[in-house]
C-alpha cells in the first residue's frame, strides 16, 4: 500500500547529532486495524520523525518502512497465551529511551485508549517526568465491523452500540462486564479479544435472555489480505468460528446490524469503501 510522498531516508551511515539526555519524549501512536493505509497521518508523521520506536504485534507493520534509517526498533509483541512483555517492562523502555534524549514513538495497533494501555503508559510516563503526546488511531471496534459491511448503528436497527474485552470469560472473578445487562440493553455488542472465550460469552448472553436467533458475525485479520468474516446467529456462531478456523485477532458482532448486507453496501464494496 502507497501511504504518500515522504521526505528521503537519511544516510544510515551519515553522522547525526547525539541526543541531550532528558530532553526526549514519547508519543503515543495508534495505527489503526491492521490496513497500512487506515493510520492517521499525524501518526505516520511522528513515525517519520521517531529515534525509537517500540512497537506491538497488531501494529501495521509496513508503517515502520517509512521510520528514519537511524531509528531502533523494539518489537514487545503480546501473543495471547504466548510470548509476552510485561507492561512494566515496555514502561521501562520508553522512560529510558526518552532520558537518553530520543523521540520515542510507542506504537500500537488500534487506539491506544481502547484496550490499548495507553493510559497506563501515559501515567507511568507522566510520573517519571517524560514528556508525552497521544495521536488516536481508528479503533478496530468499529472499523472491523465495518470493513465487513457492517455498520455498528444503523437507523431501524440499532441506537447505539457497547465495546467490551472478551479477554475474561463471564463468571471469572476478575470479569466486571455485566453481562445481563448487556444481554437486555437492545444494542449492538461489539467483542474484543475474545476468541478464545467465545463460546462462554455467547452461553451466558443466552441464558441472560438474549435471543438465539439475534445475527451475530466474527471477522478475523480486519483490513488485511486475508481478512475473514463468519456469518451465523448468537446460538450458532461457537461452533462457525470454530469450524472456520478463525483465531486472534478477531472481532465480534452481535445485533441486527450483523444480520446480512445492508441496502449500498454492495455499491460501496464495489468502490472499495468497504470490503
Known amino acids: 500500500m502507497v501511504l504518500g510522498p515522504r521526505p528521503d531516508r537519511a544516510d544510515p551511515a551519515a553522522p547525526r547529532p547525539a541526543p541531550e539526555p532528558g530532553t526526549g519524549r514519547v508519543t503515543l501512536v495508534g495505527g489503526g486495524p491492521g490496513d497500512p493505509g487506515l493510520i492517521t497521518v499525524a501518526g505516520l508523521q511522528a513515525l ?103 455498520p455498528v448503528t444503523h437507523r431501524g436497527l440499532s441506537q447505539g452500540f457497547t465495546v467490551v474485552s472478551g479477554h475474561v470469560a463471564p463468571g471469572d472473578p476478575r470479569s466486571g462486564v455485566d453481562w445481563a445487562a448487556l444481554a437486555r440493553s437492545g444494542t449492538t455488542l461489539v467483542i474484543l479479544m475474545g476468541v478464545h472465550t467465545l463460546r462462554r460469552i455467547c452461553t451466558r448472553l443466552l441464558a441472560d435472555g438474549m435471543d438465539p436467533a439475534l445475527p451475530a458475525a466474527t471477522i478475523a485479520d480486519a483490513g488485511l489480505a486475508g481478512q475473514r468474516v463468519v456469518r451465523s446467529t448468537l446460538a450458532a456462531l461457537p461452533d462457525a468460528v470454530e469450524a472456520a478456523g478463525i483465531g486472534s485477532p478477531a472481532v465480534t458482532v452481535i445485533g441486527a446490524v450483523a444480520g446480512g448486507e445492508l441496502p449500498g453496501t454492495s455499491a460501496l464494496a464495489e468502490r472499495g469503501l468497504v470490503r
Request: contains cysteine; charged residues 25%; glycine residues 10%.
Open 48 to 150: 517519520r520523525q521517531a529515534d525509537v520506536v517500540v512497537t506491538d504485534r497488531l501494529a501495521p507493520q509496513e508503517c515502520l518502512a517509512e521510520i528514519p534509517a537511524h531509528a531502533e526498533v523494539i518489537d514487545v509483541a503480546k501473543i495471547p497465551r504466548g510470548e509476552q512483555t510485561s507492561q512494566e517492562t515496555i514502561n521501562a523502555l520508553l522512560i529510558d529511551r526518552a532520558r537518553r534524549g530520543a523521540h520515542v514513538v510507542r506504537f500500537k495497533g488500534g487506539d491506544p485508549y481502547v484496550f490499548g494501555r495507553g493510559g497506563e503508559e501515559v501515567v507511568a510516563l507522566t510520573e517519571a517526568g517524560v514528556p508525552v503526546t497521544v495521536i488516536p488511531g481508528v479503533t478496530s471496534s468499529i472499523a472491523a465491523p465495518e470493513l465487513a459491511g457492517i
